[in-house]
C-alpha cells in the first residue's frame, strides 16, 4: 500500500515489511531489485531492465484513464494517491507496466528468432525479409542493440558481406550494422577488402538511404587506430563521395558524405588521390550553397587539401576559389573564418602577384579590415594584418585606401 503524508511518499512491502520511500522502492522494486508489486523478476529477457523514465515517457502516449488524470497538471499521476476515503489510485499504473515489460520481453525474443533465421540456409528473400524484421526491431529498441550484440549478431550480419552478396542483402545488413556499436574486432572483421568493396558498389549504385548508410558504416571503420588509409584508397570510393556531396536534393547524403571525405583526407596519404579526381573546384563550387555545418567540413577538407603543391595549385586555377572564401570571412563563425583565411594564404603564397589584385578586387582588403576590427583571436587578427600588407604592396597608399573604401560600400 502506498500513502502520501507531508508531500512524502512511502512504500510499505508485503504485509508489515520495511517502509521505503518512493525513490528507493523505484530502485529496489521497479528496476528490478526486488520481488515487490513490480518487480520485474530474476528472468527478464537478456538480463534488460525498463527504465523508469522511459516508461513514464511512453505512458504519455497512451490513453490515460480520467480517473488517473492530475486536475492541475492535466498530466497523468505518477506516484501512487491515497484520497480521504482510502480508495487508492495504483492498480493501472502497475498493469502498464506489466504490459510494457512483456513488449519488451517480446522484442527480444523476436531479435534471437530472427538471427537464428539468418544462421540457416535460406533463399535470398527469406534472408532479406528476416534482415529488415531485424533492422525494424533494432531502429525502434535501443535496448535490442545489445541484445544482437552480446549474441554474436555483428559477426553473424557481417559474414553475411561479401563478394557475392546481393545488393538486396547487402543494403538491409549494412543499414542494421550503422545502428550497433561496433568494436575493433568487429571493425576488423568488416575491412576486409571484399566486405569494402561491396559497401563501395553500394554507395555508386544504391538508393540515397543505402548510400548514406554505406558512407557512414565506412567512418565508423576508419575510427581508433590502426586502421589502413588503403583500404578506402579506391578512386571509385572518392568518386562516390563527390557524387553525393553535389546532390543538393539530399542534404543527409551531404553531410554523411563531406564527414568521411573530412576522415578520408585526415590520413596525409590519401590527399594527392583526392586532389586528383578534381575535387578541390566541385567543392570550392557548392560553398555558397551549403548550411553552417557542412560549410566547416567542406573548408576543413579543402585546407587540408591546400597543405599540397597540387591542391594550392588547383585552388589557384579554379577562379571562383578567391572570390569565394573572400564571402566567408565573417561570415559563419571564427572558425570558417580562420580556415578560408589559411586557404587564401595557400594561393597567395604560389601566386602571390595573381593573388592580390583578384583579391582586393573581390573585397579581401574589407573583410580584413574587419577582421582585425573584431574579437577574434590575436593569432588570426595578426595573420589579417600580414595578408592585409602584403595586398597592398601592389598600390599605392590612396588607391588601396578607395578600394578598401569601395569594396566595403559594395558589400
Request: with cysteine; proline share 3%; hydrophobic share 40%.
Amino acid at each position: 500500500m502506498y500513502q502520501r503524508k507531508n508531500s512524502d511518499v512511502k512504500c510499505e512491502v508485503g504485509g508489515g515489511g520495511q517502509i521505503l520511500d518512493l525513490e528507493t522502492a523505484v530502485k529496489n522494486v521497479i528496476l528490478g531489485g526486488g520481488d515487490g508489486f513490480f518487480s520485474g523478476g530474476q528472468n527478464q529477457a537478456c538480463g534488460d531492465k525498463l527504465d523508469l523514465k522511459k516508461m513514464i515517457e511512453q505512458l504519455d502516449s497512451i490513453e490515460v484513464p480520467s480517473v488517473f488524470i492530475c486536475p492541475i497538471s492535466l498530466s497523468p499521476m505518477r506516484d501512487p494517491v491515497t484520497l480521504c476515503t482510502g480508495q487508492t489510485y495504483e492498480s493501472w499504473f502497475s498493469q502498464k507496466y506489466a504490459a510494457m515489460k512483456k513488449r519488451s520481453e517480446d522484442v527480444h525474443g523476436r531479435a534471437m528468432e530472427v538471427m537464428e533465421t539468418l544462421k540457416k540456409k535460406v533463399k535470398c528473400q527469406t534472408r532479406v525479409q528476416a534482415l529488415k524484421d531485424l533492422r525494424q526491431i533494432v531502429s525502434a529498441h535501443d535496448s535490442v542493440k545489445k541484445t544482437v550484440a552480446d549474441n554474436g549478431g555483428i559477426s553473424l550480419i557481417s559474414s553475411l558481406l561479401g563478394p557475392f552478396t546481393s545488393h538486396s542483402v547487402g543494403s538491409v545488413a549494412i543499414g542494421i550494422l550503422v545502428n550497433l556499436d561496433l568494436d575493433l574486432e568487429s571493425r576488423r572483421k568488416l575491412v576486409q577488402p571484399a566486405k569494402v568493396s561491396l559497401m563501395v558498389d553500394m554507395l555508386n549504385e544504391g538508393s540515397i538511404e543505402t548510400k548514406v548508410n554505406c558512407t557512414k558504416l565506412i567512418e565508423m571503420l576508419m575510427e581508433g587506430s590502426g586502421f589502413e588509409s588503403e583500404i578506402v584508397s579506391s578512386l571509385s570510393l572518392l568518386v562516390g563521395l563527390l557524387r553525393l556531396v553535389k546532390d543538393k536534393r539530399h542534404p543527409n547524403g551531404i553531410v554523411a558524405g563531406l564527414r568521411l571525405l573530412k576522415s578520408i583526407c585526415s590520413h596525409k596519404g590519401m590527399r594527392n588521390s583526392v586532389v586528383s579526381i578534381g575535387a578541390i573546384p566541385q567543392l570550392v563550387e557548392i560553398l555558397p550553397n551549403l548550411n553552417a555545418q557542412c560549410l566547416e567540413l567542406a573548408l576543413y577538407i579543402l585546407e587540408g587539401l591546400s597543405s599540397l603543391e597540387e591542391g594550392r595549385m588547383a585552388l589557384k586555377d579554379y577562379p571562383r576559389t578567391i572570390p569565394n572564401m573572400v564571402r566567408l570571412l565573417m561570415k559563419v563563425s571564427e572558425n570558417c573564418t580562420q580556415l578560408a583565411l589559411s586557404i587564401l594564404w595557400g594561393v597567395y603564397e604560389i601566386a602571390p602577384e595573381e593573388f592580390a589584385p583578384v583579391a582586393v578586387d573581390a573585397g579581401l582588403a574589407a573583410k580584413l579590415l574587419l577582421v582585425i576590427q573584431s574579437g577574434c583571436s590575436p593569432m588570426l587578427k595578426q595573420r589579417s594584418v600580414e595578408l592585409l600588407k602584403l595586398c597592398s604592396l601592389n598600390y599605392t597608399a590612396s588607391i588601396f585606401i578607395s578600394k578598401c573604401k569601395l569594396t566595403r560600400t559594395i558589400q
